[in-house]
Nanobody, 121 residues
């Protein structure tokens, strides 16, 4: 069984920084694209940033220049460094993996449990 376990959320003042981590657990051989999504109250879940297995990245316009996504393939972990945070960044942040290959099976479209990020003004 593969799980995505997130950490690093919390409460921060506007202008501050947080770093989110998401570790995939299980007998993992490889993971292809990973990403971070967020969902604010009353809004749809949206893509914040994504990173391919080779390190190519993509960002939502609203976070370009402030957020950085990275991954450590040896640790099966993806990170989201969030700087210059704004109140509108407040949301539950979810980690996503498009496909995870283990020694026994493939797992598609995996989600973490979500971590709350609250930015106060």
């Amino acid at each position: 069984q593969v799980q995505l376990v997130e950490s690093g959320g919390g409460l921060v003042q506007a202008g501050g920084s947080l770093r989110l981590s998401c570790a995939a657990t299980g007998n993992i051989v490889s993971i292809n694209a990973m990403g971070w999504y967020r969902q604010a109250p009353g809004k749809q879940r949206e893509l914040v940033a994504s990173i391919s297995s080779g390190g190519d990245t993509d960002y939502a316009d609203s976070v370009k220049g402030r957020f950085t996504i990275s991954r450590d393939n040896a640790k099966n972990t993806v990170y989201l460094q969030m700087n210059s945070l704004k109140p509108e960044d407040t949301a539950v942040y979810y980690c996503h993996a498009a496909m995870v290959r283990t020694y026994y099976a493939y797992y598609q479209n995996l989600w973490g449990q979500g971590t709350q990020v609250t930015v106060s003004s």
